[in-house]
């Protein structure tokens, strides 16, 4: 219900989840109901839920409390704007200071997320900070990366990543945003360095999970296209890695994958350096694999024209 709000796909602090029960307590039965739901992450109705704003509103008064559990319904109702109000009113009131701080912090969230806000420089160190869980840290850091690509402050991003990185340094996650970027800005060595530790970390996880040989094919994928873009391309690393993400790639069945994985062996297969014609049978062979899957696939039919060049 209302602790997922669709801003960061994740529950809110614990502390604050425990100042709505201990707060609940000393409620009427309709608004203990009431703070249940969002404590126990009720699924509700659409209609139930704007019955409870509407009562909520009548009710809310001068108890803090009461406007808290109606800013969650209204941020639950997608009413962003009219929750952030509400929430900014209660940090105006007395309300105990590590509850007043998780509401800034959601604030901060909601306008990121929900509101296209960015924050100052300042202020996104101490955002970072509040967010207690690897799936927080991860939703919101493609946010940011969204907002900031916008801006074109490619800095401040880095200085996310890496404060993310030291806040969850086991995060496997956190260090492949940190590569997409790296690879975003063309630093094309550094990207390398990241994929590759990401790659390791994968190694941990259970090889039986199907999001697992998805993200090591993809991230071998990604060091196979970097290894196309040094400064002196390497297509023996490259078709190395391509062909470890397509025997992952097999257990996903996603033809979308292996078309894209195809396609980069195919152009490490016809490098200028590596134009054999044992190497163009190869990429003439995974062309055509493509052409199966995808008869008007662009990419493919401009590889085909070079085999034949």
Wanted: glycine share 2%; aromatic share 6%; hydrophobic share 40%.
């Amino acid at each position: 219900m209302a602790f997922n709000l669709k801003i960061t796909e994740t529950t809110l602090e614990n502390r604050l989840l425990k100042y709505i029960e201990e707060e609940k307590q000393s409620r009427d039965k309709k608004i203990r109901k009431m703070a249940d739901i969002l404590i126990k992450d009720e699924l509700i109705s659409f209609e139930l839920s704007k019955q409870y704003i509407k009562d909520l509103q009548k009710a809310k008064s001068l108890d803090p409390f009461v406007e808290l559990l109606l800013a969650f319904f209204l941020a639950d109702a997608e009413e962003w704007e009219e929750s952030v109000l509400l929430f900014e009113q209660i940090l105006k009131k007395d309300i105990s200071k590590p509850v007043a701080e998780d509401i800034r912090q959601l604030i901060s969230l909601i306008r990121i997320s929900e509101l296209n806000f960015l924050p100052a420089a300042d202020e996104l160190d101490s955002l970072l900070e509040a967010i207690s869980s690897e799936e927080n840290i991860v939703s919101v850091l493609w946010k940011l990366a969204e907002l900031l690509n916008g801006g074109k402050n490619q800095e401040l991003l880095q200085r996310c990543a890496e404060k993310a990185k030291a806040m969850f340094p086991q995060v496997y996650r956190t260090g492949l945003f940190q590569a997409w970027l790296f690879a975003k800005d063309n630093k094309i060595e550094p990207a390398i360095t990241e994929f590759s530790k990401v790659l390791e970390s994968l190694k941990k996880e259970d090889s039986d999970e199907p999001h697992v040989q998805i993200e090591r094919a993809s991230v071998n994928l990604n060091l196979a296209e970097c290894s196309l873009l040094l400064p002196v391309p390497d297509g023996g690393k490259a078709t190395e890695y391509c062909h470890e993400a397509l025997e992952q790639s097999k257990m996903t069945g996603d033809p979308m994958l292996e078309m894209l994985i195809l396609l980069t062996r195919a152009k490490a297969y016809l490098l200028p350096e590596d134009k054999q014609d044992r190497n163009r049978e190869l990429a003439l062979k995974d062309i055509n694999r493509i052409l199966e899957i995808d008869p008007q696939n662009r990419e493919a039919l401009k590889l085909l024209q070079k085999t034949e060049e």
